[in-house]
């Protein structure tokens, strides 16, 4: 009797998120009602209160799992003070762009202009600056370590932000190889561009 009691809470979850993330690139996030969702996912409002408390802890609940899944992807894939460097930044890009196409609609609603949730953004870079920062330990800087790692991940997302736009107009690897040309010989040197000392 249990688990069809957590296979129906399990259904009503994913058919409200599913509803959610539609809309949520139908109309945006300030033009979705609760009743909106409730439609879409052919459920009652009551059913929707059964599981959250409002439209902003659906939002969060559904932020903080995909940024959940996003971090403990990166935990396995780059072993704790794995010194940084070049590829391993390029591995770092290669695994989140595939992570964002495992999930395209709910990326896009949530990194688009027209509807983006800052929050989200801060928060993917925080998880880019944690997973850096851990392999710099080892590493004598001769820049701040605060601005390294804020330009990494600043550029981290606005190439993510950029690919999201342009409907993932190249591969996840073709996108990180490019990414770690531009970080390991610097933008102008990666595009050809002679630089006079």
């Known amino acids: 009797m ?3 009691i957590d296979l129906r809470i399990l259904r009503s979850k994913h058919s409200i ?3 959610f993330i539609e809309l949520l690139n ?3 996030y300030e033009g979705i009602t ?3 969702i409730a439609d ?3 459920i009652n409002r009551n059913t929707f209160y059964l599981h959250y408390q409002n439209k902003p802890d659906l939002l969060n609940v559904s932020m903080d799992e995909l940024l959940e899944e996003l971090n403990s992807t ?3 894939c780059s072993s704790s003070k794995t010194p940084v460097s070049g590829s391993m930044l390029e591995q770092l890009m290669q695994t989140i762009l595939e992570k964002i196409k495992d999930n395209i609609p709910f990326y896009r609603a949530l990194l688009l202009d027209e509807n983006r949730i800052y929050g989200f953004q801060s928060k993917m870079e925080e998880i880019i ?3 850096v920062e851990d392999g710099l330990d080892d590493i004598s800087l001769k820049i701040s370590k605060e601005l390294l790692l804020q330009y990494i991940a600043s550029t981290f997302m606005g190439i993510v932000i950029w690919w999201v736009k342009n409907d993932f107009s190249y591969t996840p690897n073709e996108l990180a190889s490019q990414f770690g040309k531009i970080l390991t010989h610097g933008h102008l040197k990666a595009a050809g561009i002679s630089i006079d000392d």
């Open 40 to 42: 879409k996912a052919m």
């Open 34 to 36: 609760i009743q909106d």
């Open 26 to 28: 139908e109309k945006g």
């Open 129 to 131: 600056k944690n997973t």
């Open 74 to 76: 990166l935990k396995q």
């Open 2 to 4: 249990n688990k069809k």
């Open 17 to 19: 998120k599913k509803a």
